[in-house]
């Protein structure tokens, strides 16, 4: 992953256009209309570059004193988002994530990892929901 520099400072496109013209009527940089061109195409994928998207395969949430409490990012493993909460004692409450074949799952856990709900909604055929209790056995499904 490549890491940019959050407190660079990247002068505004105006700043960057008069410094083109300044150059290039000098001479300073723009011999030819070659280097004209090179040098507006490194300023247009330096603009492109500080659009404000930020790319980065996962991040993860914490508080003030740098506990993890979930994190947003995509799976290794079959390479779909999901989202993860956590409680302050660092134990998984609720996953939001898609399945490799786009079904939505929605996964929460009581406290201590108990009573868990689940909820999918497949592409075909009706949405599922299950309940389990304290003991991981499935008192509740529907349909």
């Known amino acids: 992953m490549t890491r940019t520099n959050p407190h660079a400072v990247v002068p505004p496109l105006r700043w960057r256009s008069a410094l ?10 723009c011999a030819t209309r070659a280097d004209k061109l090179e040098l507006e195409q490194r300023l247009a994928a ?9 790319q980065v395969q996962s991040v993860q949430i914490v508080d003030k004193k740098g506990k993890v409490h979930g994190s947003f990012g995509v799976r290794a493993e079959d390479g779909t988002p999901q989202l993860l909460l956590q409680d302050t004692d660092g134990r998984n409450r609720v996953l939001l ?7 939505p799952i929605l996964v929460m856990w009581g406290k201590e990892g108990r009573g868990t709900s689940y909820l999918s909604v497949p592409g075909e055929g009706p949405p599922q929901l299950m309940f389990f209790d304290k003991d991981g056995g499935q008192p509740v499904k529907l349909p």
Not at 20 to 29: E, F, K, P, Y
Not at 46 to 54: F, H, I, P
Not at 97 to 103: A, F, W
């Open 46 to 54: 330096l603009e492109a570059r500080s659009s404000g998207d930020l």
């Open 97 to 103: 994530r898609l399945h490799p074949d786009g079904t």
């Open 20 to 29: 083109l013209i300044c150059l290039c009527a000098g001479g300073v940089a």
